[in-house]
């Protein structure tokens, strides 16, 4: 009689015999499959595939949107968070930042400088260095209010070794009461991937300052103050059938406080009010406390972007909820009506003529041909009860 030891082993054979058969036949019985990948068989739909833009990375501020100086309008956390001052001797008072929230809530913030003695600087480091390319021509430009005239500016462009690579004079013209918007351009000498943006203060008075802002002027179809034409370009090559914006946790925000909402994001620069980056303290292991939404890409420029590269547009809204993974706040269902308006007013704002009230807002922004908007998302890894 076998042992149990020589049994068990001829079961284990057998079963691996019974398992290996199918393989025998299949071997036998083999088919060649060709595959001629040049060979187009069925149509794709070109909206079958698409890209998703976040900010997220510095994808915009940073990335995309070409400006190159870091807070240009002061309303970080810091106000002066990206600006040193650097001088010989301190003066206490010269450089005063002045908040007017009762009268500017979008925009509350501006620097004031009190120029009474020696010359000074005002340096900002860009979005981890300022890139800079050769022969490329900078523009530069400011909010400004001064009384009396007497303070000059020069504008340098500073490489590591503190070698000035780009430099143009700026006077301010105007004074009086009101506030004035003035522009200067130069051309960089050199080019330098992590260069410095310095405004050298000259004469004496006193001078407020705001939106002050640099951008190179090859930006995408050459617009003013718009997005970089490689990145651009990048996207275009891709052929997207549609562009999903501005993503997908930016959307919902950590609390609905600082969700995103559309109608801040369009309109004249300095009216679009800035707020804290979804990622700005998401992660202990890679804090970027300097990240924030300036929303010089905003909607309308998502839009413009979409169709110059001829993709369909794809915007994301809020549901009513701000990010799972955070606050996870809700919003009460009997005060959900902002939110559907927010969606309906964006359909119209894409779509509508200018005869009606967001149709005319687009054309007011130079679009006055609607821009087709055909699908729109709302919400963004939603799920459980609370959704």
């Avoid at 070109?46 to 997220?56: L, Q, T």
């Avoid at 900002?124 to 530069?140: Q, T, W």
């Avoid at 000498?189 to 001078?207: D, H, L, V």
Wanted: hydrophobic share 40%.
């Amino acid at each position: 009689m076998p042992s149990k030891k020589f049994a068990k082993g001829t079961l284990y054979n057998c079963i691996i015999l019974f398992l290996l058969i199918p393989l025998f036949t299949n071997a036998q019985n083999s088919h060649l499959i060709k595959i001629e990948v040049d060979k187009s068989i069925a149509k794709v739909q070109p909206n079958m595939w698409g890209v998703f833009f976040e900010d997220i990375n510095f994808g915009a501020d940073g990335g995309i949107y070409a400006e190159l100086i870091k807070n240009r309008s002061f309303e970080f956390t810091k106000p002066l968070m990206g600006w040193s001052i650097v001088r010989e001797k301190p003066q206490e008072g010269e450089v005063l930042v002045v908040n007017r929230k009762e009268i500017n809530s979008a925009n509350p913030r501006y620097l004031q400088i009190k120029k009474l003695t020696d010359d000074f600087e005002l340096v900002n480091e860009g979005f981890k260095g300022i890139g800079i390319k050769k022969g490329v021509r900078y523009d530069f430009s400011v909010l400004y209010h001064q009384l009396q005239p007497g303070v000059k500016m020069v504008l340098q462009l500073i490489n590591g070794d503190k070698k000035v690579i780009g430099q143009g004079i700026f006077n301010p013209e105007q004074s009086g009461a009101n506030w004035f918007k003035q522009s200067a351009s130069f051309v960089a000498t050199e080019t330098n991937p992590k260069a410095k943006f310095s405004i050298r203060f000259q004469g004496k008075g006193k001078i407020d300052l705001d939106m002050i802002s640099l951008f190179p002027a090859d930006t995408w179809k050459n617009r003013s103050k718009g997005l970089r034409a490689d990145m651009v370009q990048l996207l275009a090559d891709m052929k997207p059938g549609f562009i999903r914006f501005p993503g997908g946790c930016i959307v919902e925000g950590t609390d609905l406080a600082n969700r995103y909402q559309w109608k801040n994001t369009i309109g004249p620069i300095e009216d679009r009010k800035m707020i804290v980056n979804r990622w700005n303290n998401e992660f202990a292991h890679r804090p970027a406390p300097d990240y924030f939404q300036s929303f010089g890409l905003g909607f309308f420029e998502y839009f413009q972007l979409a169709e110059d590269i001829g993709s369909d547009a794809l915007p994301i809204l809020n549901c009513g909820m701000a990010c799972q993974f955070n606050s996870g706040e809700v919003v009460a269902l009997d005060e959900l009506q902002p939110y559907v308006q927010d969606a309906l007013d964006l359909i119209e704002f894409a779509n509508g003529d200018v005869s009606t009230i967001w149709g005319k807002k687009r054309a007011d922004l130079g679009h006055p041909k609607p821009f087709n908007l055909k699908m729109l998302g709302v919400g963004n890894e939603n799920w459980g009860p609370q959704y």
